[in-house]
């Protein structure tokens, strides 16, 4: 069983920053997990966003986000981090993050096996 819990989330200009943080409680250890983050806004599906492998070598993004948000992890802390630069209105949403029991990427939901409670973020225009 894996607990996860979103911070970092708030309200931000447009063109700002933020850092989210997801801190994992696990019985297992962490650093066999995929680790992933998504965001679902108001009346839509949730979405990938990003994800990275256990030992940070291997990460993937959505093309919303290509170049703007990156995604990385701190075993030593069971955190892993989502740092949202150039922040756009369409960025708005609540953002989960997300624990995979396998060495293999996945971009669906359907393929994550844990979920945190999610935190929201809100970019002014």
């Known amino acids: 069983q894996v607990q996860l819990v979103e911070s970092g989330g708030g309200l931000v200009q447009a063109g700002g920053s933020l850092r989210l943080s997801c801190a994992a409680a696990?019985?297992?250890?962490?650093?066999?997990?995929?680790m992933g983050w998504f965001r679902q806004a108001p009346g839509k599906e949730r979405e990938f966003v990003a994800t990275?492998?256990?030992?940070?070598?291997?990460?993937y993004y959505a093309d919303s986000v290509k170049g703007r948000f990156t995604i990385s992890r701190d075993n030593a802390k069971n955190t892993v981090y989502l740092q949202m630069n150039s922040l756009k209105p369409e960025d708005t949403a609540v953002y989960y993050c997300?624990?995979?029991?396998?060495?293999?990427?996945?971009?669906?939901?359907?393929?994550?096996?844990?979920w945190g409670q999610g935190t929201q973020v809100t970019v002014s225009s």
């Open positions: 997300a624990a995979r029991r396998s060495l293999s990427l996945a971009v669906t939901t359907l393929q994550y096996d844990y």
């Open positions: 990275i492998n256990w030992s940070s070598s291997s990460t």
């Open positions: 696990s019985g297992r250890t962490f650093s066999v997990y995929y």
